[in-house]
């Protein structure tokens, strides 16, 4: 697989002088603006809902945004810029990952010409690393500017009234980190498997690595634990916390000058061998040490993993036109603010009415010249009370974007890649939104 790959990844050209290639941009789409239509588009559906879709959104924006002139020192240009918002796009709008995102553009002609291509292509258009870096170099700053264009072609195309905006619901939801329930002897394991992995990869002689005592010791612990034979589990989760201590010492002895990667995992591992029950700050997972334990109260799932979500959606119609991931676990009030000055941003319209739940009681974090009206403390009447029974509304949207949309559980790594997620989460909704609009528009006029 990531021999065929590469193999469909262009060569560069080598005969480019510096000079040449430090005034090389992004090669742009192949489209030739004097045809009325390309090749690949006269074979296509035009009323097909990613083809209007590919007609209603901004791409020139997209290309003065991310648009970069390559380095001086020459090699491979960059990937165009449509290409690369259009696969994160496809992506986030239905749920696939990065490899399985570049493995189905292939197959599919509307996914094609929805980035910019004027003939079928049988090759892959980039390896799927290249999504993770163009990731990178963007940041989630670059990622807003893709929920923002979103919301701007739903304006442009009458499916969302600026008006709407005026009037939101805010909640707020967890977005899970792809790691295991974090156990203490799950955590002791994990430790001392990363240890021993990176000591070896630096060439560090153990004296042991626990290798078959530890397996078996954690397989026995789990299944004692399971059998609520819980004297027999503790036993065998004090021997992996000790198997875990003898590394870190032996490590410790054999290399007293650590490079900064393994002196952070060796100050992770510390601090899982030393933390205690009632502890703050603990540390979850060794590769996402990021990760806060958030209570919601909820009957079947106790604890989740994760950081904390904040949504915006109108009130009138479910467009979701403010989010961000916030770590920290903070009141859920004190993230108000700062969401409803990136909905602004994003839509040039600030909301004046908003209508949250009882985890947004008190004024002291509430933005001035917005109305924050709290279901369930008073009652309300008129208009009011018909925005205080819509708030549930947003219920449904937070169900729907962690099913299908990839906020239920993240695999991005890092902070950074927490904010990615969501944002991405949020374009996905309101494209699935946008083709269902347009494809319910197209089978209307069809009917009549």
Same mark, same amino acid.
């Given at each position: 697989?990531?021999?065929?790959?590469?193999?469909?990844?262009? &060569?560069?050209?080598?005969?480019?002088?510096?000079?040449?290639?430090?005034?090389?941009?992004?090669?742009?789409?192949?489209?030739?603006?004097?045809?009325?239509? *390309?090749?690949?588009?006269?074979?296509?559906?035009?009323?097909?809902?990613?083809?209007?879709?590919?007609?209603?959104?901004?791409?020139?924006?997209? =290309?003065?945004?991310?648009?970069?002139?390559?380095?001086?020192?020459?090699?491979?240009?960059?990937?165009?810029?449509?290409?690369?918002?259009?696969?994160?796009?496809?992506?986030?709008?239905?749920?696939?990952?990065?490899?399985?995102?570049?493995?189905?553009?292939?197959?599919?002609?509307?996914?094609?010409?929805?980035?910019?291509?004027?003939?079928?292509?049988?090759?892959?258009?980039?390896?799927?690393?290249?999504?993770?870096?163009?990731?990178?170099?963007?940041?989630?700053?670059?990622?807003?500017?893709?929920?923002?264009?979103?919301?701007? &072609?739903?304006?442009?195309? &009458?499916?969302?009234?600026?008006?709407?905006?005026?009037?939101?619901?805010?909640?707020?939801?967890?977005?899970?980190?792809?790691?295991?329930?974090?156990?203490?002897?799950?955590?002791?394991?994990?430790?001392?498997?990363?240890?021993?992995?990176?000591?070896?990869?630096?060439?560090?002689?153990?004296?042991? *690595?626990?290798?078959?005592?530890?397996?078996?010791?954690?397989?026995?612990? @789990?299944?004692?634990?399971?059998?609520?034979?819980?004297?027999?589990?503790?036993?065998?989760?004090?021997?992996?916390?000790?198997?875990?201590?003898?590394?870190?010492?032996?490590?410790?002895?054999?290399?007293?000058?650590?490079?900064?990667?393994?002196?952070?995992?060796?100050?992770?591992?510390?601090?899982?061998?030393?933390?205690?029950?009632?502890?703050?700050?603990?540390?979850?997972?060794?590769?996402?040490?990021?990760?806060?334990?958030?209570?919601?109260?909820?009957? %079947?799932?106790?604890?989740?993993?994760?950081?904390?979500?904040?949504?915006?959606?109108? *009130?009138? @119609?479910?467009?979701?036109?403010?989010?961000?991931?916030?770590?920290?676990?903070?009141?859920?009030?004190?993230?108000? @603010?700062?969401?409803?000055?990136?909905?602004?941003?994003?839509?040039?319209?600030?909301?004046?009415?908003?209508?949250?739940?009882?985890?947004?009681?008190?004024?002291?974090?509430?933005? =001035?010249?917005?109305?924050?009206?709290?279901?369930?403390?008073?009652?309300?009447?008129?208009?009011?009370?018909?925005?205080?029974?819509?708030?549930?509304?947003?219920?449904?949207?937070?169900? %729907?974007?962690?099913?299908?949309?990839?906020?239920?559980?993240?695999?991005?790594?890092?902070?950074?890649?927490?904010?990615?997620?969501?944002?991405?989460?949020?374009?996905?909704?309101?494209?699935?939104?946008?083709?269902?609009?347009?494809?319910?528009?197209?089978?209307?006029?069809?009917?009549?």
């Amino acid at each position: 697989m990531v021999q065929a790959l590469n193999s469909a990844i262009r &060569s560069p050209d080598k005969s480019l002088s510096p000079e040449k290639a430090c005034k090389m941009k992004p090669s742009s789409s192949s489209s030739n603006t004097d045809l009325p239509l *390309s090749t690949l588009a006269r074979q296509l559906n035009q009323s097909h809902p990613l083809v209007q879709m590919t007609e209603s959104i901004d791409w020139q924006a997209f =290309e003065e945004k991310f648009g970069r002139v390559a380095k001086p020192s020459g090699g491979r240009p960059p990937l165009p810029t449509r290409l690369m918002v259009g696969l994160h796009y496809l992506k986030a709008l239905y749920g696939e990952s990065d490899e399985s995102v570049v493995d189905k553009w292939v197959e599919n002609p509307y996914w094609q010409y929805f980035c910019g291509e004027d003939v079928f292509q049988h090759e892959f258009p980039c390896h799927p690393t290249s999504l993770v870096k163009w990731r990178k170099q963007v940041g989630p700053e670059g990622i807003e500017q893709l929920l923002a264009g979103v919301i701007r &072609s739903a304006m442009s195309t &009458s499916m969302l009234n600026p008006r709407e905006i005026e009037r939101v619901n805010v909640d707020t939801t967890v977005q899970e980190k792809a790691v295991a329930f974090p156990t203490d002897a799950r955590l002791y394991q994990h430790a001392r498997i990363t240890l021993v992995r990176a000591a070896r990869k630096r060439g560090v002689q153990l004296r042991q *690595s626990y290798l078959r005592v530890g397996k078996y010791a954690f397989f026995k612990q @789990s299944r004692y634990r399971v059998a609520r034979q819980l004297k027999r589990a503790r036993k065998y989760t004090r021997k992996l916390r000790t198997f875990l201590g003898r590394i870190i010492r032996d490590i410790e002895r054999k290399l007293p000058q650590p490079d900064a990667q393994m002196a952070v995992l060796l100050d992770r591992a510390k601090q899982i061998k030393q933390q205690q029950r009632s502890d703050s700050n603990k540390i979850y997972s060794m590769h996402a040490p990021e990760v806060e334990c958030i209570a919601k109260g909820k009957v %079947h799932k106790r604890y989740e993993f994760g950081c904390k979500v904040v949504l915006v959606t109108t *009130s009138a @119609s479910n467009w979701i036109v403010g989010t961000a991931a916030v770590h920290g676990n903070p009141y859920d009030g004190a993230t108000l @603010s700062d969401v409803m000055t990136q909905t602004k941003q994003l839509t040039g319209v600030a909301p004046k009415q908003a209508a949250v739940d009882k985890g947004f009681r008190g004024t002291k974090y509430h933005p =001035e010249g917005l109305q924050v009206l709290v279901a369930g403390t008073r009652k309300f009447k008129g208009v009011l009370k018909r925005l205080v029974k819509r708030r549930s509304a947003i219920e449904p949207v937070i169900g %729907h974007v962690k099913h299908d949309h990839a906020l239920g559980r993240n695999f991005l790594q890092g902070k950074q890649g927490d904010r990615i997620n969501a944002l991405l989460a949020a374009c996905g909704f309101n494209l699935r939104k946008l083709y269902r609009c347009l494809l319910d528009q197209a089978q209307n006029f069809a009917i009549a």
